[in-house]
């Protein structure tokens, strides 16, 4: 009999796992909280609690080449880079190759014979109607934008009496007009907003505390960005060199595109050239009309202020299964609670990784199905912890300790290790410099080097 598992969540995680889980025999059921599939992608006028939330402008920062299943490719009629309802449209059309969805709230609960069993029961409530299932597994799929994170604490003095929201509740810029906007946060939807609003308003600034590297979609010779970034060339290179010259060659090629530090951005475009943004230092304070930085600086007569801070990590149907302290999450590889008896519980799409969330959550979704199947093993919990420990030491020291950094990790080395765990790919492929060339020598020479097979997996 095949193995029932439970897919919580209808977006592009929930999607890909429900498909993974047909390829591998097993039984899947997926419960929707909404009335609709698209997750984060699926654009409504309203802000619907416990739903992610987006503006109508949304486009996509990976190209449809690299954003897309791998096995189902996005039409070729598609731009490069896709504003929310095409994805939307993309997620119709893949659904329809036989996968179902109920709308239903669920609520996760261990079996009571969880540590013989692995088995977890889901709780379904329906026209008043309360009704569980037994499920082998659970996917996890809800996201990670759901719960705003309002730091309003950290605002001394705050006797705001303008205007105030999270950067969730924005949906278009009418309304703004002739309006003194702070946006505070630098990340995607903060540059995004600020640069909408600032067509409208009469002022918008933009309150950063790091800093941030600002990029354009479009690379060399007109290609996408993530078609020439992520290579597994410049990926080697990436690795190969000391830390600090990869941060030195990064700053200089984002310095060719204009001098951050001219505009106080090194760690939006020229819509700060002429003005319309003006960039600002970390708020200090709040006062009744107006915003103090921490440079001294102050900007008077703030109508509204806009927190683009990121989102908090919750789970609130899981019953504490997965902890979470500091906004931070336990699971090994951004997947598996360590702590459980049985992996029969992953989380899918828990990362935000430097290229397409498409090719990271469909490896994710194989390997998870895998263990669910037998197929794959994990290692002890004390092994799982130390790589949580490592990767997060790991993870600050390449992006830094801020809210918005904490599920972050490299692309191309992370899809690496999901196809090693599946087994698509070779554990130890060769090095550059470890690969043979036998023509660049003439073959008469003692020095010639004898073939060696080149290891990389096509699959990989």
């Known amino acids: 009999m095949a193995k029932k598992v439970a897919v919580i969540g209808a977006g592009v995680s929930g999607l890909i796992s429900l498909k993974c889980c047909v390829d591998e025999g097993l039984e899947p059921t997926c419960f929707e909280k909404t009335e609709d599939i698209g997750g984060l992608w699926r654009f409504k006028e309203n802000v619907d609690d416990g739903r992610a939330s987006i503006y109508q402008s949304v486009i996509s920062n990976t190209s449809k080449e690299m954003s897309c299943f791998s096995d189902f490719p996005m039409p070729e009629d598609f731009p490069n880079f896709l504003h929310n309802s095409k994805l939307l449209e993309y997620f119709r059309i893949f659904a329809k190759n036989g996968l179902k969805w109920l709308q239903m709230e669920s609520h996760v609960k261990k079996h009571p014979d969880f540590a013989s069993s692995g088995q977890w029961v889901v709780v379904t409530e329906n026209n008043g109607k309360e009704q569980s299932a037994v499920f082998d597994g659970v996917m996890v799929c809800n996201g990670h934008h759901i719960l705003p994170h309002l730091p309003l604490e950290s605002f001394p003095g705050e006797k705001f009496k303008g205007q105030y929201f999270h950067s969730r509740q924005y949906k278009h810029p009418e309304g703004f007009e002739k309006k003194r906007i702070l946006v505070i946060g630098i990340g995607n939807s903060a540059s995004d907003i600020a640069v909408e609003l600032c067509k409208k308003a009469a002022q918008v600034f933009v309150s950063t505390r790091h800093g941030s590297w600002v990029m354009s979609r479009i690379s060399k010779d007109g290609y996408a960005w993530d078609l020439v970034y992520h290579t597994r060339f410049k990926t080697m290179l990436r690795n190969a060199v000391p830390r600090r010259v990869v941060k030195w060659m990064m700053e200089k090629g984002m310095n060719q595109w204009f001098n951050h530090e001219n505009y106080g951005l090194v760690p939006q475009n020229n819509r700060i050239l002429y003005g319309a943004i003006k960039v600002k230092s970390r708020v200090k304070e709040l006062t009744e009309t107006s915003a103090i930085f921490e440079d001294g600086t102050v900007e008077e007569n703030i109508d509204i202020i806009v927190f683009a801070t990121g989102y908090t990590?919750?789970?609130?149907?899981?019953?504490?299964?997965?902890?979470?302290?500091?906004?931070?999450?336990?699971?090994?590889?951004?997947?598996?609670?360590?702590?459980?008896?049985?992996?029969?519980?992953?989380?899918?799409?828990?990362?935000?990784?430097?290229?397409?969330?498409?090719?990271?959550?469909?490896?994710?979704?194989?390997?998870?199905?895998?263990?669910?199947?037998?197929?794959?093993?994990?290692?002890?919990?004390?092994?799982?912890?130390?790589?949580?420990?490592?990767?997060?030491?790991?993870?600050?020291?390449?992006?830094?300790?801020?809210?918005?950094?904490?599920?972050?990790?490299?692309?191309?080395?992370?899809l690496d290790e999901l196809a090693v765990e599946i087994g698509i790919k070779c554990i130890k492929p060769k090095l550059c410099h470890e690969i043979s060339f036998p023509s660049i020598l003439p073959s008469s020479s003692p020095d010639s080097p004898k073939k060696k097979k080149n290891q990389y997996s096509n699959t990989g």
């Open 313 to 414: 990590v919750s789970f609130p149907f899981l019953e504490d299964l997965v902890k979470v302290e500091n906004n931070m999450v336990s699971l090994y590889k951004f997947m598996f609670p360590p702590q459980l008896e049985k992996s029969t519980l992953a989380c899918i799409g828990l990362i935000q990784p430097l290229g397409s969330i498409f090719p990271t959550v469909e490896l994710q979704a194989r390997w998870v199905t895998r263990v669910f199947k037998g197929l794959c093993t994990l290692p002890s919990e004390r092994t799982m912890m130390e790589d949580i420990i490592k990767r997060n030491k790991k993870r600050i020291d390449m992006f830094g300790e801020s809210n918005s950094q904490i599920l972050q990790t490299n692309y191309i080395e992370y």
